[in-house]
């Protein structure tokens, strides 16, 4: 799909470029492809993942992304 090779391209970018950790923060209402996308890159040892949760609207807290 398309979420997953844009985010595999950034994360290929980012090792080409010589950028140091590759991280992602996804919120946990993501469509299907980025969750799953992010955790399978996640798990190959591509990046470290941060799942931020959401609060009863579906947004994200500032604070939480702050803390990320």
């Not at 994360?11 to 923060?25: F, I, Q, Y």
């Not at 919120?27 to 993942?49: D, F, I, M, N």
């Amino acid at each position: 799909s398309a979420n997953s090779l844009a985010l595999r391209g950034v994360l290929e970018a980012c090792a080409r470029d010589g950028m140091g950790r590759r991280r992602l923060v996804v919120s946990a209402v993501e469509h299907g492809s980025v969750l799953t996308t992010a955790k399978a890159l996640a798990a190959q040892g591509r990046c470290l993942l941060t799942v931020l949760p959401v609060d009863a609207d579906g947004a994200v807290r500032p604070a939480d992304l702050a803390r990320a």
